[in-house]
């Protein structure tokens, strides 16, 4: 029970890496706000974990929608009384080569994996001051520690996120929260589900354990920097990727 009595926020919860967070952080103890866009599967998901006897709740936002966000985590004030652990998962990709990509296509993404987690962080961190202690893990990406073809936007946001947790640890230290990220590889989800069989085999061929990412993986790392295990450290980007490159 690594996170018995927390509250944590995980963004982009009802898919992929957060929905295998979301279980993970259950399973230790922790109650679970889902925050997502897609109100259908996120309410499913919560229906089943509530079966299940898990405490959850499900909140449909757009983490791009600073007002939304405002509210969400207002309701989650009032609800549980506390945050404790803020995971900035959801993202999306709008993958184009530099000369074909639309400025919608460059926008969503900001919006959302730059933006997103800017709104969610700078609403809950006020929160956690008050409170005088939290967790932020913010989630990069192999694309914006590195670059990777027909993600321009992408890497863009991804790398911006290695700035704010940098920014943010110093800022938030003396508060007592910690602010760290994630970096994962190529992961089996819906978001590497969209790309072209050959460049993920590649992907995969190049990775040095010889395997993409499972949701676990990059769930256990957000669990590791949740829990009071990782009390000193803040300011770090955590690479999960395989050693796909070094
Ligand atoms: N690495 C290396 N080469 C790549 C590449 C990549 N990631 N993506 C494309 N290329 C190469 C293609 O093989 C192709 O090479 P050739 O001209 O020699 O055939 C060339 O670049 C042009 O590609 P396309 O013909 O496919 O061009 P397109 O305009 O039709 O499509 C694209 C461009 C949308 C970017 C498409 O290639 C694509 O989807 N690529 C994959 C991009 C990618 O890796 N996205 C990661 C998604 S998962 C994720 O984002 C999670 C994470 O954090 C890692
Ligand atoms: P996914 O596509 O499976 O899940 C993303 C979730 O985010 C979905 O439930 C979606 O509804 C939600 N979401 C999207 N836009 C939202 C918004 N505006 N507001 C609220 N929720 C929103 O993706 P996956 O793979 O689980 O990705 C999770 C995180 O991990 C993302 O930040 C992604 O960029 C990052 N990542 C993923 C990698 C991979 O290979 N799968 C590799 C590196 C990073």
């Known amino acids: 029970m690594r996170l018995k009595g927390k509250v944590a926020i995980i963004t982009g919860s009802a898919n992929g890496i957060g929905k295998a967070a979301t279980i993970r952080f259950l399973e230790e103890g922790a109650k679970v706000v889902i925050a997502d866009i897609q109100a259908e599967e996120g309410k499913q998901f919560e229906k089943e974990l509530t079966e299940r006897g898990y405490d959850v709740l499900f909140y449909q936002v757009n983490v791009a929608k600073k007002e939304e966000v405002e509210k969400m985590v207002e309701k989650v004030k009032e609800h ?11 993202g999306i990709t709008r993958d184009a080569m530099l000369v074909k990509m639309s400025e919608e296509q460059f926008d969503e993404v900001i919006n959302v994996n730059l933006k997103g987690v800017f709104n969610c962080t700078q609403a809950v961190s006020k929160v956690m001051i008050e409170q005088g202690h939290g967790k932020i893990i913010n989630t990069s990406s192999v694309s914006g520690v590195y670059g990777n ?65 499972e949701p676990i993986d990059i769930a256990n790392a957000y669990l590791f920097l949740a829990s009071d295990e990782s009390n000193y450290i803040t300011g770090h980007i955590l690479h999960v990727d395989g050693g796909i490159m070094m």
């Open 80 to 90: 549980y009384g506390k945050i404790d652990i803020l995971i900035n998962n959801a």
């Open 149 to 213: 073809v027909g993600q321009t936007n992408y890497a863009a946001a991804k790398a911006a996120i290695v700035g704010m947790t940098k920014t943010w640890a110093k800022e938030l230290g003396r508060k007592g929260i910690n602010v760290n990220a994630v970096a994962p590889g190529f992961t089996k989800t819906a978001m590497v589900d969209k790309m072209p069989e050959k460049i993920l085999n590649y992907m995969e061929s190049i990775t040095s354990l010889k395997r993409l990412g």
